[in-house]
């Protein structure tokens, strides 16, 4: 099923009980909590304070869990649910006060569903991976064989799985667990639901996560004509960046002198010798001083709104560790309309990514945590840096994307990398091979490797056409190995 968006809902977060949610805390931060029946009498629609998640108390048990996933699909279309909650731990070897994510989820009827393991919100708590949980009608300690075959059980999870499971609408789950399903559940569950509810403020700590400060990192080698432009719209922001760092990647043009014009307004790094965007960009995020990271290639400009539109992007939409806005494009002084395949997609991105780089440097912002989490650039790219970067951190991180076009993209200059290096995919089959030997799920591994087929080929009959037949060959087996 394709759902369209209903809401600016983007994350809906349920749980089954209300004394299950620090309701204080989350609505201190204001998002609002409701229960279905208040769903149903329109409080959405007349109290909603625009910010782009809820809280839905479902109800206990399967029915209650079904029908309020229903509602949620039916009604609001978000992009996530995340199901948190309580458990009971079936498999004794694990500890209370934890929490878990099922590889499944099943009901007792023996259905079951192969669960998300991604989160839409940032988990700073150790998560323990287990095998299956079991959902069941009521919370009654069982011993039988298929009961053992799980490692927890609940009252809701594998109904909303099941709901969402058929629309286009990702769903998660985290379970503290509190008890150990048997004889003395209830007195467990009493007494260490304060751990819970410690631990649930922990989850919601994303809320905090204000922007303060940005620094925008700015690479720039031989744009002695472009660079000024490019200045100019990050000082004229409407929401100051903390910094703004210039990182010369060893120009021997006039850039140097265009940049000493700007005083202490910059900062600059002097990289003594040309050593590439990916070092460029990776110096300036070493040096650089706030939370958050932005990035601009020294010959685009920004729309004097672009920060302070992505700040009241991440303001509705708090969960998100990185975000880009929509781009106009300037090709040879025209704007032109982006192809289709173009388009910019929000969520996770990580499959229509493998085709084609849909996330521009100059319109990010991300955290500075998540870009040293993963690496940065590799400097052993000169070209695709970008892409074999978002590849890696879209596995794991939805992005967002605010709408505004704030970005101006100059190209069809012959001093882009694009213009001067050929077969750019050959990069982009180095990144993906690169991606392959890290990554043991399935999933991602057959997608990964189905990228990888399209691009080769694509690359063995363009050496064939040219008479590079001993690099169509070199080609040829590396497509031949994805087949062992």
């Keep these: 099923m394709n759902m369209k968006k209903k809401t600016d809902i983007q994350l809906v977060i349920t749980f089954a009980l209300k004394k299950e949610v620090p309701k204080k805390w989350v609505a201190s931060h204001n998002v609002p909590v409701y229960t279905m029946a208040a769903l149903k009498s329109g409080i959405l629609g007349q109290q909603h304070t ?34 948190i909650g309580t458990c009971g731990l079936i498999n004794k070897k694990h500890t209370l006060g934890k929490w878990i994510r099922p590889d499944r989820v099943a009901n007792i009827l023996g259905e079951t569903l192969e669960m998300d393991l991604r989160s839409p919100i940032p988990v700073i708590d150790d998560v323990l991976n287990v095998s299956s949980l079991l959902s069941v009608h009521e919370a009654a300690a069982d011993t039988s064989p298929r ?29 503290f667990s509190t008890d150990f399903s048997d004889i003395n559940t209830d007195k467990d569950f009493n007494r260490n639901l304060h751990l819970f509810e410690k631990a649930a403020v922990r989850i919601f700590s994303f809320l905090e996560s204000t922007i303060q400060n940005v620094s925008v990192v700015v690479p720039v080698y031989n744009r002695e004509k472009t660079i000024g432009q490019a200045i100019d719209s990050v000082l004229d922001q409407s929401f100051k960046p903390g910094e703004i760092i210039i990182v010369d990647d060893g120009s ?17 790094i002097d990289l003594r010798q040309n050593s590439g965007p990916s070092a460029a960009r990776n110096q300036g995020v070493m040096h650089s001083k706030s939370e ?15 920060l302070k539109k992505q ?44 085709r084609r780089c849909l996330v521009s440097p100059s319109g ?24 074999d970067l978002w590849l ?67 690359l063995i009959q363009g050496c064939k056409k040219r008479g590079k037949y001993s690099e169509a060959a070199e080609y040829e087996n590396i497509i031949d190995s994805l087949r062992v």
């Design 392 to 458: 890696k951190i879209a596995r794991n991180h939805p992005v967002g994307l605010d709408s505004t076009m704030s970005i101006i993209k100059y190209g069809g200059h012959e001093e882009q990398l694009s213009q001067k290096i050929p077969a750019m995919d050959r990069f982009r089959v180095t990144s993906l091979l690169g991606r392959l030997e890290s990554e043991k799920e399935p999933y991602y591994r057959e997608n990964i490797i189905e990228a990888l087929n399209r691009k080769l080929s694509i």
């Design 147 to 175: 009961w053992k075959t799980h490692d927890a059980v609940d009252m809701e999870c594998f109904a909303q799985a099941k709901v969402f499971d058929d629309a286009d609408i990702s769903f998660h789950t985290l379970k």
């Design 311 to 354: 700040r009241e992007y991440l303001g509705r939409y708090p969960f998100y560790q990185i975000i880009q806005s929509e781009e106009i494009w300037i090709r040879k002084g025209k704007r032109v309309n982006p192809c289709k395949h173009h388009e910019k997609k929000q969520g996770w991105i990580w499959e229509p990514s493998l």
């Design 252 to 268: 021997d043009d006039g850039t140097k002198d265009v940049l000493k014009s700007y005083g202490n307004r910059i900062s600059c």
């Design 50 to 83: 625009g910010i782009g998640l809820i809280v839905v108390i479902t109800g206990v048990g399967l029915q209650n869990s079904e029908e309020a996933a229903v509602w949620i699909r039916e009604h609001i279309a978000p992009l996530f649910v995340m199901n």
């Design 292 to 306: 958050w990271i932005a990035f601009l290639d020294s010959d685009d400009c920004w729309d004097k709104d672009k």
């Design 364 to 387: 990010v912002l991300m955290k500075k945590s998540l870009f040293e989490q993963y690496g940065g650039f590799d400097v052993n790219l000169p070209v695709c840096e970008d892409y």
